[in-house]
């Protein structure tokens, strides 16, 4: 379980507690409902309201029990006390207040081969983990085409703005699309065009295939964040296409303006989640700026921590709405008025449907 977390975080966590939620449903028995992290630094500081923090989404979910584990080097002097032992001792008592069984909180000074873990709970219990990339964890992470970055810092930098010269070059026809875009809503052969070359984008970014023309750039970001076509986007997608659909919002974020930029970012981090990426969701929320219904959304998502299932439940519903209401050829639903210097803040409507939903 201990080599694991690398895998269900995403990232390699460094100088951290994580804490693993077991549940008991019995349709999913001994599985990973939950997972947290939170820095080494601020377990000490107030115990009771970061227990509550931590276990706030939990009481929303079937646990049976919790394993925790601190991430940190150890004192190099022997017989040292472990690293952060009283503070984690307080912490953890706080969290059984909460009536959560906790099992197991070890000790580990980094994740490899080899590394020794040791018990706060026992001091007698102690093993060695097995090396963290080459376990069947890691094996299915691969296979399901996630990626476990060697730092949180490491998975963030997806999330850089391209050059400025690059930014600037594209804005205007980024500004012209989003008009173009709104227009189409209400011609079925184009907005069926816009679509296919939307999805005809997603699958070609399934292969690694991401757009190079600065056309063809533009013309995607504003069919992403233009309503009724950006909840069109949200489909009953196979995981090798919702991988394309994150990795082609977040190569467009580079060079969008806001507010496009939060819409793709909230849309690569809901798709991210709907795979069982938290942490990269997570970085996507942090990446948008723009007070927006779709953002909010993936925020609150996070916060309690909804299934991916239900997430996708609710994500196919409003993805068939939106492409119901273009066959329909009616006029997208929401306020449309103009922004300042019409196209030059970037228009996006305030609803969206999978929000509403």
Known sequence: MFAAIPHLLGFVPHKSFVLIFIGNDPLRPNRSEMIARVSLDDVGQDPAALARHLTRSAMDHPIAAVIGL????????????????????????????????????????????????????????TGR??????????????????????????????????????????????????????????????????????????????????????HEIADLIATFSVEPFRSAMFNDRSTKALHGVKALTTYLWRVAPEPCASNLAAIAGLHAYMLGGSTIARIAADAGTARLPLLSLLREVLDRQLSPRELKVVAILAGSEARAELDAFGPAEGPQGAEPNEAAAGPCEPIDRLSRN
């Open 129 to 214: 983990l097995p090396d963290p990339f080459a376990t069947p964890v890691a094996a299915t992470v691969v296979a399901e085409g996630l990626v476990t970055a060697r730092s949180r810092d490491d998975l963030a930098a997806v999330f850089t703005p391209a050059g400025p010269a690059l930014r600037a070059r594209v804005a205007p026809l980024i500004f012209s699309a989003l008009e173009q875009t709104r227009a189409d809503r209400t011609q079925p052969d184009v907005a069926r065009e816009r679509l296919a070359r939307a999805e005809g984008a997603i699958t070609a970014a399934t292969t690694g295939t991401l757009p190079a023309e600065d």
């Open 70 to 125: 601190a991430v940190c080097p150890s004192s190099p002097e022997p017989g040292s006390a472990l690293p952060y032992r009283t503070e984690l001792l307080t912490l953890t008592h706080e969290i059984r207040q909460h009536g959560l069984r906790i099992d197991e909180v070890g000790h580990v000074p980094d994740f490899t081969e080899g590394a020794t873990w040791q018990s706060y709970l026992a001091e007698d219990r």
